[in-house]
């Protein structure tokens, strides 16, 4: 074969090279551009989560910054969603007073939720002998002297939305669902045991994702 054959030669695979290589980010441009519309059109709406009740099993502050504490929470978890699905990869609940973090956190297990499925977790969530900031700890002695202590149950996770068999990346989720606590006399929790007070809730979380 002549030089000059083989230079045409070298030309003719680079071009089919080419050729090739821009035929396969031609397809993967489409196939992103086709994936991006379907997202665009369906547009997934993020869960919706209800707080529905509260059991207080334990809720011991006599002990000076410290706290212990036991509930029972039911959160309600609704896909609105007629297309999409969510995978629930994480899903952890606990208890914060004035932003401070009270409780342990108490794991759901992994779940997929279908298309306007409605799911009920009802996990319980406590803490032992928690080191409570001395500010807190004081408004906190002082509300439950009151009869009435705020807190807010918390969910922090991680999701994933599916469309047809396209499944997105991860995204954070963060549920946050606020809780009065009434104490004493005054009370309007509903005996469930020797020390346990059910409080009725019922209350529209926030949702960020």
């Not at 071009?15 to 031609?26: A, D, E, N, P």
């Not at 080191?131 to 002082?142: E, R, W």
Request: aromatic share 14%; charged share 15%; glycine share 6%.
């Amino acid at each position: 074969m002549s030089e000059k054959e083989c230079k045409h030669h070298k030309g003719k695979k680079r071009k089919i090279f080419r050729q090739v290589f821009w035929g396969i980010v031609v397809f993967l441009f489409l196939v992103l551009l086709v994936i991006l519309l379907i997202w665009a059109i369906l547009r997934p709406t993020k869960p919706t989560f209800t707080l529905q009740d509260v059991t207080v099993y334990a809720f011991n502050a006599t002990v000076a910054n410290f706290l212990t504490s036991n509930f029972q929470v039911t959160l309600i978890s609704r896909n609105p969603n007629d297309h999409i699905g969510v995978y629930y990869d994480r899903l952890e609940t606990y208890v914060t007073y004035r932003s401070q973090q009270v409780t342990y956190r108490t794991a759901i297990p992994p779940i997929y939720q279908g298309h306007k499925d409605v799911n009920v977790w009802s996990p319980f969530v406590y803490g032992t002998n928690i080191p409570v900031a001395p500010f807190n700890f004081l408004g906190l002695s002082q509300d439950q002297t009151e009869g009435n202590v705020l807190v807010t149950i918390k969910a922090d996770g991680r999701v994933r939305w599916k469309v047809g068999t396209f499944i997105s990346g991860r995204y954070h989720l963060y549920v946050r669902c606020p809780a009065f606590i009434s104490f004493g006399p005054r009370s309007n929790g509903i005996a469930v045991g020797e020390n346990a007070m059910k409080f009725q809730i019922i209350q529209r979380c926030s949702v960020s994702v």
